[in-house]
């Protein structure tokens, strides 16, 4: 049974940095596609960033990119997301989830979730 644990999340100012990590367990870690989503309250689940199997690939949302990194230790079965420069909109619940590489329509790749972590940015 696939279980992803994400840690990390929390309050921070504007400005400041916060890394997130998801321990995954149940099947080959390095086999997957990982990725980060957020959902922010009422609104939809957003793609953040995803990252390949082996590490080589990584793709950022628009919103995100130069400020945000995905990372993966396949030694340690977890995967990070580096966050920095955060505003107030990126305030979300952060999710951490593991599938396919899925180009472009990544929420479709993903098999399983973890139960997600609270990022909550002041201004």
């Known amino acids: 049974q696939v279980q992803l644990v994400e840690s990390g999340g929390g309050l921070v100012q504007a400005g400041g940095s916060l890394r997130l990590s998801c321990a995954a367990s149940g099947r080959t870690f390095s086999m997957y596609t990982m990725a980060w989503f957020r959902q922010a309250p009422g609104k939809e689940r957003d793609f953040v960033a995803v990252?390949?199997?082996?590490?080589?690939?990584?793709y950022y949302a628009d919103s995100v990119k130069g400020r945000f990194t995905i990372s993966r230790d396949n030694a340690k079965n977890t995967v990070y997301l580096q966050m920095n420069s955060l505003k107030p909109e990126d305030t979300a619940v952060y999710y951490c989830?593991?599938?396919?590489?899925?180009?472009?329509?990544?929420?479709?790749?993903?098999?399983?979730w973890g139960k997600g972590t609270l990022v909550t940015v002041s201004s």
């Open positions: 989830a593991q599938g396919s590489w899925y180009f472009m329509n990544w929420i479709r790749g993903m098999e399983y």
């Open positions: 990252v390949s199997g082996s590490g080589s690939r990584t």
